[in-house]
């Protein structure tokens, strides 16, 4: 018995359909397979977690108790504005609020310079050490360009340790005060992190 053309198309468009149908299970498949793999190699994969911090850096680059070291400078730093090549090692204290005998809840430690030809602006590599509270222990890591002259600021969290175990997010920074008279600055620290949770990172 002989088909018809449209019996022809139909079959045509049938069999298709069929085979989008198996592709898109075996690619189902696959995906799920993958997935599963990624599960037991990287036993950190899990739910993640949006924390919101705020806290105040207290900088203090002169007097007895200073925090910020000078430990380099370059053969232009004197010559330039921007004081290019000053690199300085701190270990800053960090509180709850931007008074200097507000509760201390971490340290910020780590390496700064001023990197710019043209403007006064950081390199950070900085670590902020969570010393009271919830997160007593655990660490956040920031890398990123810091121009200080202007008002809010974006720095980059590229990791962390403990409660934030492979974070990521950013830092929004301004300049709460400055006094020059005591050689101490105060900045405001405002953090979007996310991270594993805590009950899937164990």
């Known amino acids: ?5 449209i019996q022809h198309t139909q079959m045509g468009k049938l069999s298709i359909v069929l085979m989008l149908g198996a592709l898109a299970l075996l690619m189902n498949m696959v995906g799920s397979k993958s997935n599963a793999e990624a599960q037991r190699l990287n036993p950190c994969l899990g739910k993640e977690r949006l924390t919101r911090l705020r806290f105040y850096l207290q900088d203090l680059v002169g007097g007895e108790n200073k925090t910020v070291w000078q430990v380099a400078q370059s053969n232009l730093t004197d010559v330039l504005p921007s004081a290019f090549g000053t690199v ?8 709850t609020g931007p008074e200097i005998d507000s509760q201390e809840v971490g340290r910020m430690q780590g390496l700064i310079g ?3 030809l043209h403007e006064t602006a950081l390199v950070m590599l900085l670590n902020v050490v969570i010393t009271e509270g919830e997160y007593k222990g655990s660490t956040l890591s920031i890398l990123g360009r810091n121009p200080l002259h202007d008002k809010t600021r974006e720095v980059p969290i590229v990791g962390g340790t403990g409660a934030f175990r492979m974070a990521r997010g950013y ?8 006094d020059e008279t005591h050689f101490r600055s105060v900045y405001e620290y405002n953090l979007v992190v996310f991270h594993m949770d805590d009950d899937d990172s164990e």
């Open 1 to 5: 018995m002989l088909s018809s053309p």
């Open 88 to 95: 300085c090692v701190l270990d800053n204290l960090v509180t």
């Open 114 to 116: 001023l990197a710019d």
């Open 171 to 178: 830092v929004i920074t301004r300049t709460y005060s400055t």
